[in-house]
């Protein structure tokens, strides 16, 4: 089965930037989906991608976020401008359409 790896999270000051990556072992789905956690709350659906590029976005990030995707890669990118301290929290990748095992995600705080 496909292994999904998070990673670009980290520390950063209310409007700054950070950009994730979600590297696949094998061929990503067709949909891919971004999604966070914060503790005691259920996973957030926060930004779609299909293989042709259509995108979507929850109310909260639009505007702001930026999912992308390089097939030739196995890699979904989520680019995250102007971030606010509500934006916290573990960023995952998977696929709603044809879900696989969750990775272990990565940690996005905001904070001054």
């Known amino acids: 089965q496909v292994q999904l790896v998070e990673s670009g999270g980290g520390l950063v000051q209310p409007g700054g930037s950070l950009r994730l990556s979600c590297a696949a072992s094998g061929t990503i789905s067709n949909t891919m989906n971004w999604f966070r956690q914060t503790p005691g709350k259920q996973r957030e659906l926060v930004a779609t991608?299909?293989?042709?590029?259509?995108?979507g976005y929850a109310p909260s990030v639009k505007g702001r976020f930026t999912i992308s995707r390089d097939n030739t890669k196995n890699t979904v990118y989520l680019q995250m401008n102007n971030l606010k301290p509500e934006d916290t929290a573990v960023y995952y990748c998977?696929?709603?359409?044809?879900?696989?095992?969750w990775g272990q995600g990565t940690q996005v705080t905001v904070s001054s």
């Open positions: 998977n696929s709603i359409t044809n879900p696989v095992n």
């Open positions: 991608i299909t293989r042709g590029a259509d995108t």
